[in-house]
Every structure is written in C-alpha cells, then in structure tokens.
C-alpha cells in the first residue's frame, strides 16, 4: 500500500505536537518515544513521505514537522498519543486531494494490493520472542460477542485428541485471514508465525484487535497452559496470521485476494477465511482457485442464502465449504441450500480471548472454519502425497452423517467432520488412484493417492525378504565349513551304513552308529591312504548281496580331500 492510500485504512498514527518537552518535535525523537530506537525514525519517514497532511503539505525532510500533521506508525507503535483506525479527515481551508471513496473507486484504485516480497519471505517464521500485544481498552477494539455460559461440548463432540496418535498436523503451515492473531498469549506460544498485516501494506500479523482471528488459532493450534482448557484440533501445526481488516467488520475484496496470495507465496499448506473475507466475489474466487493449483487447501465458510450466486465466483473441488451448528444440530445461519460440503460446531464454542479480555465463548460460521482448518492440518501430515481434491473428498467420505437423507445432505452436506476418521480410514478410491498413475507412467505425483508409499513398501518387503535368505545362506555355509573342519592333516572317518532295499546306500552318517575306536572288531584303515583293494571291494559287494540282518556297518578312513570323490565308489550301484 502507497503512503498516499493510508488515509481510508486502520493504521495507528500520531498527531505531532508543537513541542515536547519545550523541544519541537522531530522523527528521531518520535521514533524513540514509541519504538525504542531513535534509529527507526527511517521507518516512519519512509511511511509519510509524499502523504498529503491535513494542511495540504508533504512530509519532505526529517526535521520539518508541523503541529497537526498526522504520521502514520509502525505496527509495533506504543505509548501515550499513538492510536489506532482512520486517520481523521481534518479538511484544511486550501482544497486537498479528496479521500478514496467508493463514488470515486477506479478498477486501478481497487487493484490487488501487493505485499512486499521481504514481508511475505518471513511471514512464515516463528518469532523467538512474544510480540508487545496492546491490552485492550474500552472502545478501542471491537471485540467479538461472547456467550456469558462457556461449554467444551465442541471439543468433546470432534475428540480430535483421538487422531494425534497417528498425526498431529506437524509440518502444516495453516494461514488464517482474519483480523490477525495475538501471538503474545501464553496458549498460542510458539505456533504463531509473524504473519502480514494487509491493511498498512507492512508490519505483522501477530496482533489482533477485534480477536475474531485469535478465537480462530486457538481452536486450530492451542497448546494446555496456564490452566487453559482450549486445546487445538493440530496442535503441532503453525498459523501464519495475515490481517484484513483494521476495527471495522469487512474487508475489500482486494485486500482479500492478496491476502490469499501472499499466504500461498509464503509457503502455506491450508488457508482458513474468517468472516471478513467475501468469497463470492470474482477476485477471491479466483485467488481460492489459484491456490488450489497451487497445492494448497482453502476452507471457506459456507454462503447465506441470502447471498445471491455470482456466477463469476465458481468455486471448484479442493476448497471445503463449511458450515456451524450448535450442539442441538441447529445450523449457526440460514446456509444456501446444497452449498455446505461438512459442518463442525459453531455455536457456544469455547476459545481464548485477546490480551485483556480473557478465554471467550462465541458463535459464528468462523468458528466451524477453523476445526475444519485444523482437521485438514491433519490429514495432510498423515498423507503428504495427496492433493487438494483428494484431502476434501477424505474429510467429506469420513464425516458423521447428519440429517435424515442421503449423503451428502442439502443442509448438513457430508455432515460432521470425524477427525479419528480422516486419518485412519482407508479409502479403496486413493490405491485405486495410486494404481492408475503407476499404469499411466509410472510417475508418481502428489495425485497419485499414496502411489509413492505403496511403492516404498513394497520394495521394502523385498528387501527384507533377501536379507532373510543372505542370512540363512550365509549360515549354512558357517555350519559346512564347521562340520568339515578337522584334522587337515588326518583321514575322515566315514561310516558306511548296510544297504537298503534295491540297493541304495544311506547316508554316510547313521546315527547311533559307534565310532570306529569303539569298535570291537573294527580293521586299521589300509596303508595306501584308504584305497579300497579288490579284496575289500569284492567282500562289500558279497555283504551287499547277502543284504542280511547281520550285516554290520563298515568304517573306512578316507582322505578329506577324496570322500566326495570316492563316494561313489562305495555305491554298489554306481559301477
């Protein structure tokens, strides 16, 4: 954003003095009372430079400031004087460039705002430290209605606890377009990135004023501290906050769309719209559309049916409509018929409140879209490789039916989302997908349904599979090496066992049969080294002949080197 264009967005400024402390007042001085660092003086130039002040000047130099210009801060602005909305329209006697209006909107004035790439390149990080969080005051913020009974019926009725064996969205970057998020609470410590204010066109995401974003990120992320009750349905996922609205409860349809952008050029895996953003305009259509392409899952509210239908604003598959009911299964608004793929409690929901305010109960469509936000974190850190369309069938298919027709309902869509289920559940549609990629190329992509995994453990089953036959060959060659180690200097004894019918020799180990030196009658081995003479021969044959019960077995000593050779010699039937 221009600093020329500040003058119709919530920013928080200050209306310079004549003096402070009998001193005229300077950017440097300024600068140090309400950022700490005379140093960032450049930072406030650079925010007015060129901005017409209400007399009609510009701010040109440092050093030449007039009582009643109004200088447009840094987020992170404290102290006595700073405020915060529309910069006030304090008409000077010379005519000055009137205010943006939508009288005088142009499609260029209206374009989508861009973010600054060094904005959107750190939006996804984690600050070390709690940004400074202004404690609300009475008129200051709007703050989002509350009911006076709070209930943990929602969380009991998802019991997403139920899924965080299996995954607990580790990994998920879930963006929240919104009115930004406190990330200074203790129960969002260390899950809330530095986000992006698309209001001032710099600055972070990590505070809110009106706390319907950070009602949205306790459901998503809430950590048990602090005796909090709120416990997200993924709490080891991250929300990047990126703010569109200042005190006011709308947003312009470009600072949406851009909004949708910068989240998806900074790395988010789901994008979760609050309230304030209108989908059913052309560019937040498309922008919704273009993340899909871009692999990410947006989950919108789902259109009153008393908004009409654009037909400019088609939403396709991989974006998941939602609905809120009430523990009853009282719908939290009049929903256009068929427009509601799956519901999640939306009414009486219990969350944390901004700095100041406290834990707060409230009702509203937003609330519904975070559960589903944070279920979808889920699911796809259980299952990376699956793509948009395939994640939002997942959560439909695995929903708890509501209503008395068939799935999917005209009021209640797929029904009730069933986190346990989500990432459980297996779906014959995602190997059938998987399968088909396989034939088709062989590529395996994020919409091959799993294709990927199928395919690791299938090799993996192989794998283990050779190791178990390495080992058992490598063993059995150990035991034949071990029992044909001997005396290499030596004969082998060999017993040679009474034939058998037809003939056949057993094997040359008998059990039970004596060894040699026990052998009352045994003859010594033959000098020649256990050649077997023609005598010897023909009494074998003779004994083989008589094949009695009497005869007994015969020992001679071989050679190691020669009883695989001479074995068959002592064959009768090998001649």
Same mark, same amino acid.
């Given at each position: 954003?221009?600093?020329?264009?500040?003058?119709?967005?919530?920013?928080?400024?200050?209306?310079?003095?004549?003096?402070?402390?009998?001193?005229?007042?300077?950017?440097?001085?300024?600068?140090?009372?309400?950022?700490?660092?005379?140093?960032?003086?450049?930072?406030?130039?650079?925010?007015?430079?060129?901005?017409?002040?209400?007399?009609?000047?510009?701010?040109?130099?440092?050093?030449?400031?007039?009582?009643?210009?109004?200088?447009?801060?840094?987020?992170?602005?404290?102290?006595?004087?700073?405020?915060?909305?529309?910069?006030?329209?304090?008409?000077?006697?010379?005519?000055?460039?009137?205010?943006?209006?939508?009288?005088?909107?142009?499609?260029?004035?209206?374009?989508?705002?861009?973010?600054?790439?060094?904005?959107?390149?750190?939006?996804?990080?984690?600050?070390?430290?709690?940004?400074?969080?202004?404690?609300?005051?009475?008129?200051?913020?709007?703050?989002?209605?509350?009911?006076?009974?709070?209930?943990?019926?929602?969380?009991?009725?998802?019991?997403?606890?139920?899924?965080?064996?299996?995954?607990?969205?580790?990994?998920?970057?879930?963006?929240?377009?919104?009115?930004?998020?406190?990330?200074?609470?203790?129960?969002?410590?260390?899950?809330?990135?530095?986000?992006?204010?698309?209001?001032?066109?710099?600055?972070?995401?990590?505070?809110?004023?009106?706390?319907?974003? #950070?009602? $949205?990120?306790?459901? @998503? &992320? !809430?950590?048990? /501290?602090?005796?909090?009750?709120?416990? %997200?349905? =993924?709490?080891? *996922? #991250?929300? $990047?906050?990126?703010? @569109? &609205? !200042?005190?006011? /409860?709308?947003?312009?349809?470009?600072? %949406?769309? =851009?909004?949708? *952008?910068?989240?998806?050029?900074?790395?988010?895996?789901?994008?979760?719209?609050?309230?304030?953003?209108?989908?059913?305009?052309?560019?937040? *259509?498309?922008?919704?559309?273009?993340?899909?392409?871009?692999?990410?899952?947006?989950?919108?509210?789902?259109?009153?049916?008393?908004?009409?239908?654009?037909?400019?604003?088609?939403?396709?598959?991989?974006?998941?409509?939602?609905?809120?009911?009430?523990?009853?299964?009282?719908?939290?608004?009049?929903?256009?018929?068929?427009?509601?793929?799956?519901?999640?409690?939306?009414?009486?929901?219990?969350?944390?409140?901004?700095?100041?305010?406290?834990?707060?109960?409230?009702?509203?469509?937003?609330?519904?879209?975070?559960?589903?936000?944070?279920?979808?974190?889920?699911?796809?850190?259980?299952?990376?490789?699956?793509?948009?369309?395939?994640?939002?069938?997942?959560?439909?298919?695995?929903?708890?039916?509501?209503?008395?027709?068939?799935?999917?309902?005209?009021?209640?869509?797929?029904?009730?989302?069933?986190?346990?289920?989500?990432?459980?559940?297996?779906?014959?549609?995602?190997?059938?997908?998987?399968?088909?990629?396989?034939?088709?190329?062989?590529?395996?992509?994020?919409?091959?349904?799993?294709?990927?995994?199928?395919?690791?453990?299938?090799?993996?089953?192989?794998?283990?599979?050779?190791?178990?036959?390495?080992?058992?060959?490598?063993?059995?060659?150990?035991?034949?090496?071990?029992?044909?180690?001997?005396?290499?200097?030596?004969?082998?004894?060999?017993?040679?066992?009474?034939?058998?019918?037809?003939?056949?020799?057993?094997?040359?180990?008998?059990?039970?049969?004596?060894?040699?030196?026990?052998?009352?009658?045994?003859?010594?081995?033959?000098?020649?080294?256990?050649?077997?003479?023609?005598?010897?021969?023909?009494?074998?044959?003779?004994?083989?002949?008589?094949?009695?019960?009497?005869?007994?077995?015969?020992?001679?000593?071989?050679?190691?080197?020669?009883?695989?050779?001479?074995?068959?010699?002592?064959?009768?039937?090998?001649?």
């Amino acid at each position: 954003m221009s600093p020329a264009s500040a003058a119709d967005e919530y920013v928080k400024f200050y209306a310079v003095t004549s003096s402070y402390q009998g001193e005229p007042e300077n950017l440097t001085s300024i600068a140090a009372r309400f950022l700490g660092d005379g140093a960032r003086s450049v930072e406030i130039r650079n925010l007015n430079t060129g901005r017409r002040q209400p007399d009609g000047g510009t701010l040109k130099e440092p050093g030449q400031l007039r009582a009643g210009w109004l200088l447009v801060l840094p987020w992170d602005a404290v102290g006595e004087g700073v405020k915060y909305g529309v910069l006030p329209d304090k008409a000077p006697a010379a005519p000055v460039k009137p205010l943006p209006g939508k009288a005088q909107a142009t499609p260029t004035a209206k374009a989508r705002p861009t973010v600054p790439p060094e904005r959107v390149s750190g939006a996804a990080a984690v600050p070390s430290k709690a940004p400074k969080q202004p404690r609300a005051k009475a008129g200051q913020c709007a703050t989002t209605a509350a009911s006076s009974t709070r209930s943990d019926w929602a969380s009991l009725r998802l019991a997403a606890d139920q899924a965080w064996p299996q995954s607990r969205g580790k990994g998920q970057l879930v963006a929240i377009v919104d009115s930004g998020v406190d990330g200074s609470l203790p129960t969002l410590s260390g899950h809330v990135a530095v986000g992006m204010d698309i209001v001032s066109g710099s600055g972070r995401g990590d505070t809110d004023c009106l706390g319907s974003g #950070t009602a $949205m990120a306790g459901l @998503v &992320v !809430g950590q048990s /501290a602090d005796g909090s009750d709120v416990k %997200g349905v =993924a709490p080891d *996922a #991250t929300v $990047m906050p990126v703010r @569109v &609205v !200042g005190n006011d /409860a709308k947003a312009r349809p470009a600072d %949406g769309a =851009a909004a949708i *952008a910068a989240t998806v050029e900074a790395g988010a895996t789901v994008i979760a719209l609050g309230n304030f953003v209108d989908t059913s305009t052309p560019e937040v *259509a498309k922008a919704i559309m273009e993340a899909v392409d871009r692999d990410v899952v947006v989950v919108i509210g789902a259109a009153r049916a008393s908004v009409p239908v654009n037909p400019d604003a088609e939403i396709g598959p991989g974006v998941l409509r939602v609905g809120g009911v009430a523990v009853d299964g009282q719908r939290a608004a009049d929903y256009r018929g068929g427009g509601v793929d799956v519901v999640a409690p939306g009414v009486n929901v219990s969350s944390v409140g901004i700095t100041g305010v406290g834990a707060v109960a409230g009702s509203g469509t937003q609330y519904a879209v975070a559960f589903v936000a944070g279920a979808v974190a889920l699911v796809r850190a259980a299952y990376p490789d699956l793509s948009p369309e395939q994640i939002a069938h997942r959560l439909q298919v695995t929903s708890d039916k509501m209503g008395d027709s068939a799935q999917p309902d005209g009021r209640y869509g797929w029904g009730m989302i069933n986190a346990a289920a989500a990432v459980t559940k297996v779906l014959p549609e995602e190997a059938e997908a998987a399968s088909s990629g396989r034939e088709s190329g062989g590529r395996l992509t994020s919409g091959s349904s799993g294709g990927r995994s199928a395919l690791l453990a299938i090799v993996a089953l192989v794998a283990l599979a050779a190791a178990v036959l390495l080992v058992f060959r490598i063993r059995r060659l150990l035991r034949d090496e071990t029992e044909d180690d001997g005396d290499d200097d030596g004969p082998r004894q060999v017993t040679a066992a009474p034939p058998v019918r037809g003939g056949a020799l057993p094997p040359a180990s008998v059990p039970g049969a004596q060894p040699a030196s026990h052998r009352p009658d045994s003859d010594p081995p033959p000098p020649d080294g256990g050649k077997l003479d023609t005598e010897d021969k023909q009494a074998g044959d003779a004994s083989v002949a008589s094949g009695g019960p009497g005869t007994r077995a015969e020992t001679v000593a071989l050679p190691k080197a020669s009883i695989g050779a001479r074995s068959r010699q002592q064959r009768p039937d090998a001649q």
